[in-house]
Each structure stands twice: as C-alpha cells, then as structure tokens.
C-alpha cells in the first residue's frame, strides 16, 4: 500500500489535494480520490503547465505534479481532505522552472557544503471585507493599533482557529497579535527546515484564506492593500546548522562588528551574500507591482512603514534591511507578503552560500534609525524603486541567476516582463485626473 493511500485509510481521508505552486506564487491543485492516489502517487497528476503561471506553451507534453508523502497535511477544517505539496515533472525530468524543485536543489547543494537551513517566518495579512475594499472590523481605527487587545479579540474566532489548527498540526505556534496596521494581523511558528517552512507558509496561506472564507471575510497578504497604512512584511529569520541540526554554525564570535553581535565567521560571510545580491534579491522578495508601494512608502499613520529601501544591516534595529537580533540568527526583513513561499526560501540560501564561497564582507553595521536618519548614510545601495528595476537587477545578477536556475532564471525575468508590460499598458484612472486637461 502506498504512503498516501495508507493515510486516508488511517486518517479517514476521501479526497488529496495534489498541489504545486507556480512562479507567480498561485497555488494549483488537483482533486484526487484515495481510492486513486496510489496511482498518482507513483506517476503524479496530469497538468496542463501552460494553464498557470509557468513558461510552457499548449505544446509541452502534460506536466505531472507527484506529489511528495512526507509533507501531506490533513484540512483540519475539513478532514476528509488531505493537501500534498507536489514536485513538477515533464517527461521523467525535474521541471526545472518549478519553484518547488528550485528550492530542493539549493537544499541539496547547501548539504553538500555540510550545511543544514532552518527558517521560520512572520507572515502579514490583513481581514478584509468579501470585496476587498475596506478593513472588515469598522471600529479597528486606533492611531497606533499594534497589539490592540479589543481588537485582535473582536477576530478572535477567526485568529484562535487558525492557532487551533497550527497546534494540532504540531507546528507549534507560540503568539498572534493584531499588527502595525488597522485589520493587520501576524501569526507566528516554530521555525524549521527551509523546506518544511515553505511547505507550512504555501499552507498558511492557504488555510488562512479558507478560514476567513467560513467567516464571511476576506483574508489577503498583498504587499500594501491599503494606502497610507503599514503593509504586508513576510519577515524571514534565518540561522544555518550542521547537518545532524544540533550545532548552529552561525553562532560565535567572528571579532569585529559582527561578532559583537553573536555572528560567527561563516553567519558574516553568509549576510554578507544577502548583502551582496540585495537589490537582485528585491525581485523574488517583493515580486509585484504593488510591492514597491511597501518598500518604498512615504510615512504610514502609524508613524513607520517597518519596511526597508536601504540595503543596511544592524543589531536589534527594527529600521534596517537585515536585523541581528541576537546571536546565531538573522532576519531579513525585505521580502513581503506576496512572495513565494518555495522561492523566499531558495533564494536566501543561493544568496547565503554566494557569500560563503566568495567570504562576501557584509559592510559596516549602522546602528541608527534609518526612518530618522537614514539620509546620513553615504554609499548604501538603495532598493529598487519598482518592479522593473528589481527585474532589471535580478538580470544584471548572473551569479544569483546561475544558483538559482538558468532556466528558472530566463523563465522567471520573461514572464515578469510581460506582467511589467501588462501594468504600464493599463489606464488608469489617476492618468486622466491628471492629464485630461493638459
């Protein structure tokens, strides 16, 4: 009997979903019946690549997602179904565009250097109403509404069901709060392997949707929904392990800037890939239109957009690109909430391990505020300013593009070409009340 087929009869499961995500980060299923996974199991479900979001044509041969048994997840909101994340296959070989199989070769080749990634992430969304247009709690309207306890408690029901669920599932969840931004909230998990994290985050995201469906709300981690308010980070907290995970090759003491704050040689070496290869990195972490609405924000009604446009690093600073907030770890807190979950993971580890072999100096730590006093820094890139900028660095980034796939990379910077385009050929309404009476 096969794995999966020996869970639904275990668990009570009637149905799978066999499920990949594609570059733009949709996540695309199947509805397989148990009494047909076995098969599917061996030979994966049947895709058309071209239907989604992946650089196919209506020539390719079907596109098989095989699904992967050691990441099923029982719903536990609807428990006669099942969500397998699946590996893309075409004619017997990995589909090497595939986020999925983009992520497994960066872990494959970082346990070749003896090296072990875990990740945990905070991941941002607001509740809106069915129509996506306003907040849908009309007496969140607090200044400062960040850990408002009324509230996070007037979405109780929804955010201690969502924690229900992470608790059963064993990803052991440890705080919820209500966030920066009116109807913003951040639910927060156990950090794990890169690939068990981006397994549970394309799966957070997915449950997170589905439960605020049930309650006649809409859930949605778009980088800045609403204008004038903080946005959705994705903030990423990385440490990198031995291959057994028990001794963090990160911690120590590398003397200098870094080792003050708990970094050994190989932790500098690896921010200083992050570092390196920031302004190409902007392109998966921030991989929408919207997004640079995030990371280059005018002040929020808050007082802050807890987003960074400097490629900076620093100790416990929340005003930076990548904070230390203490020893053996790091966080980077550019990416956003439309990232890829697969992708988010794989490209920190080609940026890290870039680093590493390059021993890629991280540059001067500034312990500023750079909301107050940024602009006394000389010589620090800056972000990108839009999307085609982060696509024109990714593209001008040949190492980054080689770690990660040259055929990701060439199908990755076409199709976010052509999304470019589409958003500059659209009218909108902003160009004629400016420029219908010039």
């Known amino acids: 009997m096969s794995k999966l087929a020996k869970f639904a009869e275990e668990k009570g499961v009637k149905y799978f979903m066999v499920s990949y995500t594609d570059l733009f980060g949709g996540q695309r299923a199947k509805l397989v019946p148990a009494q047909a996974i076995a098969d599917m199991e061996e030979d994966g479900a049947g895709f058309a690549g071209f239907a989604t979001w992946l650089d196919l044509t209506p020539a390719h041969p079907d596109m098989l997602a095989v699904p992967d048994p050691d990441a099923v997840i029982q719903l536990p909101w609807k428990r006669d179904v099942a969500w397998v994340p699946a590996d893309c296959v075409m004619e017997g070989q990995p589909v090497e565009q595939a986020p999925r199989n983009v992520l497994k070769k960066l872990v494959k080749e970082a346990a070749e250097t003896g090296l072990r990634v875990k990740t945990g992430i905070e991941a941002e969304f607001f509740l809106l109403t069915p129509d996506g247009d306003k907040i849908s709690d009309p007496f969140d309207t607090a200044e400062k509404p960040c850990y408002d306890q009324q509230a996070v408690m007037r979405r109780y029901d929804v955010i201690a ?120 990195l902007a392109a998966i972490t921030n991989p929408t239109v919207n997004s640079y609405k995030r990371i280059n924000a005018p002040r929020t009604m808050s007082g802050a957009t807890w987003a960074p446009n400097t490629v900076t690093w620093t100790g416990n600073n929340r005003t930076h690109m990548v904070r230390v907030p203490g020893p053996g770890r790091f966080e980077l807190r550019l990416p956003d909430g439309a990232v890829n979950p697969y992708l988010l993971q794989a490209v920190i580890i080609a940026a890290g391990l870039s680093g590493i072999r390059s021993k890629a ?49 060439a199908s990755f910077i076409k199709m976010k070409h052509q999304e470019w385009n589409a958003f500059v050929s659209h009218f909108s309404r902003w160009e004629k009340d400016n420029t219908l009476d010039i």
């Open 161 to 280: 069901e969502i924690c229900d669920y992470m608790l059963e599932l064993g990803w052991g969840p440890y705080q919820n709060d209500h966030e920066d931004a009116n109807g913003q909230f951040e639910m927060n998990w156990e950090f794990d392997d890169a690939l068990v994290t981006a397994d549970r985050h394309s799966f957070f995201k997915f449950m997170v949707k589905s439960v605020a469906e049930k309650h006649g709300l809409r859930a949605t981690f778009m980088p800045k929904p609403i204008e004038g308010l903080t946005g959705n980070g994705c903030h990423a907290h990385i440490s990198v392990w031995d291959l057994d995970g028990k001794t963090n090759a990160f911690a120590g003491n590398a003397g200098g800037q870094i080792g003050e704050v708990g970094l050994s040689e190989q932790g500098g070496f690896f921010l200083g890939g992050i570092m390196k290869h920031a302004e190409a």
């Open 361 to 409: 100096d991280p540059g001067p730590r500034y312990d500023i505020d750079m909301y107050a006093e940024g602009h006394k820094i000389e010589g620090a890139p800056k972000l990108p300013l839009n999307m085609l900028d982060a696509i024109r660095s990714y593209d001008a980034d040949p190492e980054l593009k080689t770690m990660l796939g040259d055929e990701f990379s």
